[in-house]
């Protein structure tokens, strides 16, 4: 089903397994899908006929369904904080990141960087490498961000009423066939070929 919500992600600055997407007003970058611009499906057709090839617009819709909840590191204190009066309480990994995203401690399970996924404990356990923090200090500093391997270009991009641009479709095509495009330096003519450092020679008996 066509959209008119679209997210352009930037993957090329991928943070760990976060895609970074282009902030409103053309103001750099974040991972937090809640900064980035939304463009109409117009608009996103035009940032994409006309943007690098390693820009993508994605359907704003899908990209929030499938969205998760992680807190940067950059943002939390480094070292335990304890509040009198406190009974709900988060652990982080010390030592483990996702790029700029901790590890959650969920108790007997595995670390996760979900942080919804957070078990809250009445008091700070004494487990070894672990920051603790009141919830509502980790909670202030939660984002939604979309992870990579989420990505489904075919529902998200073209499924979503956006047509390939004729230049990314050549690229592509070129890639799979591993030859490089080269222009007669004598008559101009394209001509495609294996050997991507030394032009060959032209089939343009002309030449």
Known sequence: ??????YLACLRDTVGTNISFHRRDGRGYSTDTDQAHVYTRKEAQRAWDNGREFDLPLCADRVDALTVMHVDHQGLPLQTVLRDGCRHYVGF???SRDGNDVYWFQGHGPKTTDFMKAVIFEAPGRYCGLIWLPFDVADALKRRTLSRGKINRRTMTQGAGLV???????ERRRKDSGKTRFNCPDCGRIAWQLNPYIFEGCRNLAC
């Open 93 to 95: 990994d010390d030592y």
């Open 1 to 6: 089903m066509a959209s008119n919500r679209f």
């Open 164 to 170: 390939t641009p004729e230049l990314i479709k050549r």
